[in-house]
């Protein structure tokens, strides 16, 4: 507990440093609101702390045991319903997801949630059986980011940015850890030389599977209207804590409905065929309180205390500054914002187990940050100028599926869930609302210019990933050249072949031999 502490500590701390900076330099906000978010940032390192503790034992090895025994069944049709089945449950109640749905006017939130979960129960289908049939997963990405460039031009223009942003929200605390332990049950099978691999690209397929059914849901829909966000209007601590308590009752229910899928499918597979002893589940179940509680206290914070301010931000920073500066924050918060994220450090985890500390946790965290930066800067570019998101995410995932092609296969399905990943919770809580702010200060169009920052967000962590990955590999193709020695085990086995001829020509004479002059080396 102590562990996990200090590590949400360290995590969020940057952020509160940063607001902090902002508000006593060029973007004060009211006093209370500020005890709101400093209130807010110690929930959410609680609600961290807990999370992470469940994770590693509820979520993860429900994750395993599910998707070995899924495959286990032996039976195709039966494995694929399932699978689906799964993606749809622990979609279907994500709860950032809500959030976003919630946000998005003309169009019924039932809608968006459940298409967002058809097309992750799809993409799981699709991660399972490349993984069985050995298909690589740089053709099946290539594939899918094809058919959404061209679905992209179909769709209505205010639904674009959506429709993209839709993948990367919900990719959330729920899905990730759970999706990236069903990858690890399901690979689990197979003990080949490329089985590492198959634990990785689940997630990646995860974002870009939602991304698809939501372009084809906006050849339909069209939203209309601004934000529903609000800045509640506090005037004491007093005011701060009836917000809380008002909210509790949401959330603690949220997060019920958000476990309960996953929950049911667990003990369904236990009582027909997991069959764990009973300390295994005693152990999962106090790991699922922890993930609970974790979880209600984390996006209630985020929800009360940084969507407002970070909405509340973003405008009084347009307001008072010009385009550059918003740039500039808009960076430094991407930089801190994305090591809060609580799937972040579940990769990050299993990354470094994975490929044998190759890559480290601390490596791996600077080139998530470094990527969130450049997004969130890109994301301000957009909202200032107003640039349809398509001048980025185009160009930006061509140039990243060429990368496939030079860097090794385990890096590039790292790479694409490490986009998806970082896009979670604090992306859509924080830095969608600061770009929303800025683009209603703006007088702009929330739905071409401000949505689509999440979504940004997934991308450049890619490019980086597979930048790193590409740069280790030529440094260890290097480093093996530089070990190879010039044929000396050859000339020993001939000058020991030619040896042995010796004695027998001598009849066996140990002299012969001796007398023969050592070769050199």
């Not at 330099?25 to 209130?39: D, K, Q, R």
């Not at 959506?162 to 929200?169: K, N, P, T, Y």
């Not at 409905?257 to 069959?275: D, E, N, Y």
């Not at 072949?497 to 140990?510: A, F």
Request: proline share 5%; net charge negative; aromatic share 10%.
């Amino acid at each position: 507990m102590v562990e996990k502490l200090k590590e949400s500590f360290f995590s969020v701390i940057p952020i509160v440093i940063l607001v902090l900076i902002l508000t006593y330099s060029i973007a004060p906000i009211p006093f209370f609101n500020l005890i709101l978010f400093l209130i807010s940032a110690a929930a959410v390192i609680m609600g961290i702390t807990l999370f992470n503790l469940g994770v590693d034992v509820s979520l993860i090895p429900i994750g395993k045991h599910i998707g070995s025994t899924v495959v286990k069944t032996r039976k195709l049709l039966l494995i694929i319903i399932l699978t689906f089945l799964i993606g749809v449950f622990i979609t279907i109640a994500e709860p950032d997801l809500i959030v976003l749905a919630s946000q998005i006017n003309g169009v019924p939130d039932d809608v968006i949630i459940i298409s967002v979960s058809l097309g992750v129960g799809l993409a799981l289908v699709g991660a399972f059986l490349r993984i069985l049939f050995q298909f690589p997963l740089s053709y099946l990405l290539i594939g899918c980011y094809v058919l959404a460039f061209i679905l992209s031009f179909f769709t209505g223009n205010d639904f674009l940015s959506i429709a993209w942003e839709s993948g990367a929200v919900t990719t959330g605390p729920i899905t990730v850890p759970f999706v990236m332990a069903l990858g690890l049950g399901l690979a689990s099978m197979r003990a080949d030389k490329t089985s590492e691999e198959d634990n990785f690209g689940l997630v990646a397929l995860c974002l870009i599977g939602p991304i698809i059914t939501v372009l084809i849901l906006g050849m339909f829909f069209r939203p209309y209207g601004g934000s529903l966000m609000t800045v509640p209007d506090l005037n004491s601590v007093s005011d701060i804590s009836k917000l809380y308590r008002s909210s509790f009752p949401d959330y603690i229910q949220q997060i019920a409905l958000a476990l309960a899928p996953i929950i049911l499918t667990f003990v369904v597979f236990q009582i027909f065929k997991t069959r764990l002893r009973l300390k295994e589940i005693l152990k999962i179940s106090i790991g699922t309180i922890y993930t609970y509680i974790g979880l209600v206290l984390f996006l209630t914070a985020v929800n009360v205390g940084f969507l407002p301010v970070g909405y509340q931000l973003g405008s009084i920073l347009y307001q008072n500054n010009n385009g550059a500066v918003l740039i500039l924050v808009g960076m430094a918060i991407g930089y801190f914002v994305v090591a809060a994220e609580p799937a972040v450090f579940v990769l990050k985890r299993q990354v470094e187990e994975v490929t044998s500390g190759a890559i480290s946790e601390r490596s791996l965290g600077i080139g998530l940050s470094v990527g969130v930066a450049v997004s969130v800067g890109l994301a301000m570019l957009r909202v200032i100028t107003g640039l349809s998101l398509l001048y980025f995410v185009i160009p930006g995932y061509i140039f990243a599926l060429m990368l496939t092609f030079v860097v090794p296969h385990l890096y590039t399905s790292i790479a694409f869930d490490s986009g998806a990943v970082a896009s979670g919770p604090l992306a859509a809580t924080f830095m969608l609302p600061l770009a929303i702010g800025v683009s209603e200060a703006k007088g702009g169009n929330i739905y071409t210019d401000a949505f689509g920052i999440v979504a940004l967000v997934a991308l450049t962590p890619v490019i980086t990933l597979q930048l790193f990955g590409l740069v280790y590999s030529i440094k260890a193709k290097l480093a093996k050249k530089d070990m190879v020695a010039p044929e000396l085990e050859e000339t020993i086995i001939e000058l020991d072949y030619s040896l042995s001829e010796q004695e027998d020509e001598s009849d066996g004479n140990p002299a012969a031999s001796i007398d023969k002059p050592e070769p050199k080396g």
